[in-house]
C-alpha cells in the first residue's frame, strides 16, 4: 500500500519509529509533501536515509510569501535528487481571509513550470478556491503533461469531471470516515478507479478523531475506501498502487 501524501518535517514525529509503524501495517511507501523549502530539504534527507520514502519539493499557496527566483533554484537542485517524485504541496488556498491571491497564482503558475521543466508530476493543495484551481490549470494545460494530484480533495463530485478531464488523480484520507464526509463520500464513489489514490495527509486528518495521524493509518483508508466502492480491499490496494506507479514514476525509479 502507498500513502501518497504526508508530512513528517516539522511535525514531532519520530521517524525511524513511525516508519517502522508503517511498515508493519504493510504500507511499503509513503510521499512526503513540503510546504516550504526548509521541509523539502529535511524530506530529501529523510527520503534518502530511509527506504520506501519519497519526497516532493514545493511551497504551499500559504507560505507563498517564500515563493521567489532563489527558491525556485532550490527547488529545481531538489527536484534532481533521488527520492523526488513530484513538485508540491502547491496550489491555491483561500481560507483565511488576508489572502494574497495575485502571489498564490504567481507561485503556483510558477512552480506547474517549474514540474514541466524536471519533468515531473504536481501535487496540488486546493482549498475554498475551487474556481481560480481550474482556472490556473486550464490555462497551464501545455504543461501539464507530466501528471497531476488533487491530494484530499473536498470539493465534491459536482465538480470532479472537470479535474479528471484535466488528467487529475484524486486522493482520499481519513475524512472518508467521518460521519459528516458525504461529499466526499460521493466523490470516492464516483472517481474512475484508475484514478483514484490513497493517502493520509499526516498528521492531519486522522480516521480517529482526536489523533495524529501517520501512515500506518493507510489501511485503514483503504478499507473504508473498499467498503464505499463495494470492492475487497486487496483489489483495492493493488490498483491504486498501480495508479500511484503510473502517475509517479520516480516510485519505480524512473524519471
Given at each position: 500500500?502507498?500513502d501518497?501524501?504526508?508530512?513528517f518535517?516539522?511535525?514531532?514525529?519520530?521517524?525511524?519509529?513511525?516508519?517502522?509503524?508503517?511498515?508493519?501495517?504493510?504500507?511499503?511507501?509513503?510521499?512526503?509533501?513540503?510546504?516550504?523549502?526548509?521541509?523539502?530539504?529535511?524530506?530529501?534527507?529523510?527520503?534518502?536515509?530511509?527506504d520506501?520514502?519519497?519526497f516532493?519539493?514545493?511551497i504551499?499557496?500559504s507560505e507563498?510569501?517564500?515563493?521567489n527566483g532563489?527558491?525556485?533554484?532550490?527547488?529545481k537542485a531538489l527536484?534532481?535528487?533521488a527520492?523526488c517524485?513530484?513538485?508540491?504541496?502547491?496550489g491555491?488556498d483561500?481560507?483565511?481571509?488576508d489572502?494574497?491571491?495575485?502571489?498564490q497564482?504567481?507561485?503556483?503558475?510558477?512552480?506547474?513550470l517549474?514540474?514541466?521543466?524536471?519533468?515531473?508530476?504536481?501535487?496540488?493543495?486546493?482549498?475554498?478556491?475551487?474556481a481560480?484551481?481550474l482556472a490556473?490549470l486550464r490555462?497551464?494545460?501545455?504543461?501539464?503533461?507530466h501528471g497531476?494530484?488533487?491530494?484530499?480533495?473536498?470539493?465534491?463530485?459536482?465538480?470532479?469531471d472537470d479535474?479528471?478531464?484535466?488528467?487529475?488523480?484524486?486522493?482520499?484520507?481519513?475524512?472518508?470516515?467521518?460521519?459528516?464526509?458525504?461529499?466526499?463520500?460521493?466523490?470516492?464513489?464516483?472517481?474512475p478507479e484508475?484514478?483514484?489514490?490513497?493517502e493520509t495527509?499526516s498528521?492531519y486528518?486522522s480516521?480517529?478523531r482526536?489523533?495524529?495521524?501517520?501512515?500506518a493509518?493507510?489501511?485503514?483508508?483503504v478499507?473504508?475506501?473498499?467498503?464505499?466502492r463495494?470492492?475487497?480491499?486487496?483489489?483495492?490496494?493493488?490498483r491504486?498502487?498501480?495508479?500511484?506507479?503510473?502517475l509517479?514514476p520516480?516510485?519505480?525509479?524512473?524519471?
Amino acid at each position: 500500500m502507498t500513502d501518497v501524501h504526508a508530512h513528517f518535517a516539522g511535525e514531532g514525529y519520530d521517524v525511524p519509529a513511525e516508519l517502522a509503524r508503517m511498515r508493519r501495517a504493510g504500507v511499503t511507501r509513503v510521499i512526503l509533501a513540503s510546504d516550504t523549502l526548509a521541509h523539502a530539504r529535511e524530506h530529501a534527507r529523510i527520503s534518502a536515509e530511509e527506504d520506501g520514502v519519497f519526497f516532493a519539493a514545493g511551497i504551499h499557496p500559504s507560505e507563498s510569501n517564500e515563493y521567489n527566483g532563489d527558491t525556485v533554484s532550490a527547488l529545481k537542485a531538489l527536484c534532481g535528487r533521488a527520492g523526488c517524485v513530484a513538485v508540491g504541496e502547491i496550489g491555491l488556498d483561500y481560507h483565511y481571509p488576508d489572502t494574497d491571491k495575485p502571489r498564490q497564482w504567481e507561485a503556483f503558475r510558477g512552480q506547474i513550470l517549474l514540474a514541466d521543466m524536471v519533468g515531473l508530476p504536481i501535487q496540488i493543495h486546493s482549498r475554498d478556491a475551487a474556481a481560480d484551481t481550474l482556472a490556473v490549470l486550464r490555462e497551464m494545460r501545455p504543461h501539464l503533461g507530466h501528471g497531476l494530484l488533487l491530494h484530499c480533495y473536498s470539493y465534491g463530485k459536482e465538480l470532479l469531471d472537470d479535474f479528471l478531464r484535466l488528467g487529475a488523480y484524486v486522493s482520499f484520507g481519513g475524512v472518508l470516515c467521518f460521519k459528516n464526509a458525504r461529499r466526499a463520500v460521493e466523490s470516492c464513489v464516483a472517481c474512475p478507479e484508475e484514478r483514484l489514490l490513497t493517502e493520509t495527509d499526516s498528521p492531519y486528518l486522522s480516521p480517529f478523531r482526536g489523533q495524529k495521524n501517520a501512515p500506518a493509518n493507510i489501511p485503514v483508508v483503504v478499507a473504508r475506501m473498499a467498503e464505499i466502492r463495494g470492492i475487497d480491499a486487496e483489489e483495492l490496494a493493488a490498483r491504486t498502487d498501480e495508479n500511484a506507479d503510473r502517475l509517479f514514476p520516480g516510485l519505480r525509479g524512473e524519471r
